[in-house]
């Protein structure tokens, strides 16, 4: 095993080329063109699902293991955030539903494009009281919902029949512009790093572990997914002889949580419960061991492709590997180191092999080789003496007089 340099330059014109591609859920052919694209340019055979889903796989090249070893999968997703059009309203402005969860707060005062089926056309979502000039402070009092914005597009428009001509009509996909900045000092603050970060990452992985032609022990299923923003992603991708899922995506900054910008963060448990026990400190000793800075965290309110994979019935080990980035859902922030370790951490993890020997087995018919979390000392009964209550209480003894 080998720590593998990652090509920067390659990630960091990835990373761009996705965020100019828009995707919400729903709207993906086009990015699926483009990372089917990438796969070919490095040399890596991929199959797709009816919807898109790309599968590429990083095969073994160790024979001696081949009919020994499980497969494990690295899975990113596609999908972003967006919205679609839900009402068309008489004075031609459009009322939006978002398109995975995110807050209105975040919308306001986006740039978008309004993909209909007969063109595109360019907008911009406001709130429904949109100028202090004429709403004075009524424009501080809005409550925070999808209901207090609308859609205005960059058209001649001043009824509903007018919207209607240009052939606009309800269930419209909506995109927002991502708007990146990659600053001189590594920083990279857009919208839809979430997941195009991590998608970036895992290509820079895959491109480091071809180019430097090292022995990959366990077929490494690469998935690319198109919903994990509205809670299905890795559902029904996950093929039987994979044991060992890991999800890449965004880990959140915050007051109170151990994600950082800085290094790989590693969440123990989110909102669908602990991650696996042997993978996740697995891959914090990787960490460890090869001088990559890690963060363990727990994600209080988080779903992703790897929950989705064990929500979906698959028996397989999850964790999670994330790029430390703060607001997110928003314009979200991570640095391009960030984003080179966790590609770099990736590299060791595909060259590592199983986490347990035993996981080669579907099933196994005793407990005997099954794993052990805790080793007999942490079992141990915790001796805690009793003191001896007549000792204590002297209930034999005569009582002094008063």
Known sequence: MQKLPIDADFLKTTLLELLHIPSPTGLTDEIVHYTGAKLDAIGVPY?????GTIRAVLRRNMPERRLSSPAC???AHLDTLGAMVREIKPNGRMALMPVGTWSSRWAE???ITLFSESG???GS?????ASGHVYNEQIDTQPVSWDQLELRLDEFIENDADVRALRIDIGDFVAFDANPELLDNGY????????KAGVAAVLAGVKAVVDAKVQVPMDCHVVFTLSEEVGSGARAVIQSDVSEVIGVDIGPVAAGQGAKEKGVTIPLMDSAGPHDYHLTRRLLKLCEEHGIHSNRDVFRFYHSDASAAVNAGHDVRTALLCFGGDASHGYERTHVSVLCDLAQ???LYIQSGPTLAEDRHHRLDSVDSFSHQLDAGQLAPVENPQPD????VRLNEPREPE
Request: no cysteine.
């Open 47 to 51: 199959e797709l699902t009816r919807r």
């Open 389 to 392: 209550v007549t000792e204590l």
């Open 125 to 129: 979502v406001l709130p429904l009281f």
């Open 109 to 111: 005062g986006g740039r």
């Open 73 to 75: 999968a690295i899975v």
């Open 345 to 347: 951490l990736m590299t």
């Open 188 to 195: 990279i603050v857009s919208r839809h790093l979430d997941d």
């Open 120 to 122: 595109r056309h360019r």
